[in-house]
């Protein structure tokens, strides 16, 4: 008589549950050493479920299938010139910006799921998170190969990785995942597969996803599609672990609120320069950071937190200053960035005239007000040659490591600045979101590797703006600067066959 065939419940539990075992000579405390140290209480690990019930062996069927798709359209796109399709050469610059910034994070989620995943006692924890382990390193390398061929024609894509651990503004994104896999494992999931995953991640992906869609880059829109199913699996995942820790003890509730509350500020802040990249990176818009924000935050954050009242959670802590600062953040990161074009491994630009009606019209309470005036100003320098670069370098936020860029909620005009005391010494900050995380952990972020204070230190390749960005591994006038005056702009026109006869203007000196 044939064996009676498993459904896939029985074969899942057969593949992961069934592979664990009881250790009879080391205590469980030795074996699993995190799982206490942040007070969460665990009652039965096997509450636990992976809603999508994938054995390793189908894992390993689907992501096969998916890469084999993703490189055929590389292939492709590398062999017919994909490159040149896209709008202009200015698009490129936020694939630099996703490269250096957002590639290495997925580096850095492949290996805090595999340090958390050792560290939970429950098998349906430990195959989720080596699961998501092995996509997020499969993200990384994806992205590096599409992203390869622009390498090829484009500045400022060599040094991605040597960058992500020493460029000022890198030092966002590097500092919030280093936050994340120096915490426990509770919270490594709470900040990264629950508040970046699932609450915040639509506001990464889709942007950058569609935005390479508008604007022609099908390499990029290819990684997105390839990635996201994976997507799917994380999310879901992110709202399983908030719920299941929930359940297990009412003790939990408060240390995942101030989790929440922490996890939320800070990828917000990290958002800062999504919100720059949609709405002035792209040459053909999407949608404005603000509309984006009311979408994906405001509107469905805010039937997710609704959903998530009947365990006791309520929404994050200074929520409504993200809905206030949603008319400022992207206007105020793109001038900083402006200013300090010449110590960034990218191109900056002022918005041409239809780009600033755009902006009016989709700011239209702060952009003619506060920002406008700032882009004739800079655009008028730039024509006589005085292309303005800041020499000075802006104070930082000891925690989200941003210039102290934000408004003051009751005056948009004015800078918000807050300060703690530690141990006889003074610490900045941006907000009150960013002191108040400072404050509930002053040990942890007195260590912060604040690029500013580096450089005035001299650890970061000399005193001169020249040496930093040699240190930085930048070419100068090559890879950075004004987009005008660049090698990738005269590039594209000669490729484009755009090119006039009037030369282009030489690189302004720093002043
Ligand atoms: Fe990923
Ligand atoms: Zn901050």
Known sequence: MAAKKMNLREKYTRMTRDLAWDFSYQRDEDVYKQMTMEGIKIEDWDKWEDPFRLTMDAYWKYQGEKERKLYAIIDAFAQNNGHLNVTDARYVNALKLFLTGVSPLEYMAHRGFAMVGRQFPGVGAQVACQMQAVDELRHVQTQVHTISQYNKYFNGFQEF????????????PKSFFDDAVSAGPFEFLTAISFSFEYVLTNLLFMPFMSGAAYNGDMATVTFGFSAQSDEARHMTLGLEVIKFILEQHPDNLPIVQKWIDKWFWRGYRLLTLVAMMMDYMLPKRVMSWREAWEMYFEQNGGALFEDLARYGIRKPKYWEQSVVEKDVISHAAWGTFYNYAHAAPFHTWTPNDEEMEWLSAKYPDTFDKYFRPRYEHWAEQEKKGERFYNPSLPMLCTTCQIPMVFPELDDL??????????????????????KDIFDNEPEKYVQSWLPVHQIYQGNCGGATVEDVVKWYHMEDGVDNREYLHSPDRRNWDKWTKKATEEEVPPKTAVG
């Open 413 to 434: 005009a004015l800078t918000c600045y807050r300060s703690s005391e530690y141990e006889g010494d003074t610490y900045h900050f941006c907000s009150d979101g960013c």
């Open 161 to 172: 990785r040597h960058q992500h651990d020493r460029v000022w503004y890198l030092s966002v």
